[in-house]
């Protein structure tokens, strides 16, 4: 199994921006797909992005590309690069990672945008 644990959530006003961290330990990091999700009180969670072993990517169209996910691999670690926040990116934001028939949640961190 992989334990995750996300850093770099908080409070920012509109137009900031924020870089979030997931790190993994516990197993072999290269070999697992990765991604971010959100959930707003009352939502349902979304897939915000993804990144595979191989390092392609994905982001969800409705982002705008304002977030950019990706990986380093020799620290264990992803991330999140979200830029020109508004308030309808205020959530709580998961990291997990994933293969075949495995998957693993980070505890989560607390993104809010308000000014």
């Known amino acids: 199994q992989v334990q995750l644990v996300e850093f770099g959530g908080g409070l920012v006003q509109p137009g900031g921006s924020l870089r979030l961290s997931c790190a993994a330990s516990?197993?072999?990091?290269?070999?697992?797909?990765m991604g971010w999700y959100r959930q707003a009180p009352g939502n349902e969670g979304e897939l915000v992005a993804g990144i595979t072993i191989s390092g392609d990517t994905r982001h969800a169209d409705s982002l705008k590309g304002r977030f950019t996910i990706s990986r380093a691999n020799a620290k264990n670690t992803m991330y999140l690069q979200m830029n020109n926040l508004a308030p309808e990116d205020t959530a709580v934001y998961y990291c997990?990672?994933?293969?075949?028939?495995?998957?693993?949640w980070g505890q989560g961190t607390q993104v809010t945008v308000s000014s």
């Open positions: 997990s990672a994933a293969c075949i028939h495995y998957r693993s």
């Open positions: 516990g197993g072999r990091f290269s070999m697992y797909d």
